[in-house]
């Protein structure tokens, strides 16, 4: 591992790998992997425990119909989202009251495909195709 980074061209290090504190956080440059309780990630982005939660955080009091919402994007080679899931908060009182959005990309941007709101009800955008019995 190197030292400080500056700012200028002449005075600058690379880190190849890093590590901090054993497995809390390794970067294997070599392979563009991070992992989070891991030093050997077999992905991009590894988290490893045997609770291995990951918290989205909307950090604005925003008590709004669709508002306080996070997001997982999918994207194609083009920058073009193919997917979302996204959870974002119902209604305009001060609660914690969340509902779930899954949309798919149909050629014309972003539809929601499914819903579930904050009272576990599931609404879905299209037909509902069951396999099997």
């Known amino acids: 591992m190197g030292g400080s980074i500056y700012g200028d061209s002449q005075r600058q290090t690379v880190l190849v790998d890093l590590e901090v504190d054993g497995t809390t956080l390794s970067i294997d440059a070599d392979n563009d992997r991070v992992g989070i309780g891991t030093t050997a990630p077999g992905t991009q982005l590894q988290v490893e425990s045997n609770t291995p939660y990951i918290t989205l955080k909307n950090d604005t009091a925003e008590n709004t119909a669709g508002g306080c919402e996070s997001k997982l994007i999918f994207e194609d080679h083009g920058n073009n989202a193919l997917g979302q899931l996204e959870v974002n908060h119902v209604g305009s009182s001060d609660d914690e009251k969340g509902q779930l959005i899954l949309s798919t990309n149909n050629d014309s941007g972003l539809q929601t495909a499914v819903t579930i709101s904050e009272a576990q ?12 019995t």
């Open 121 to 132: 009800v599931t609404t879905f955008a299209a037909n509902v195709v069951v396999g099997g």
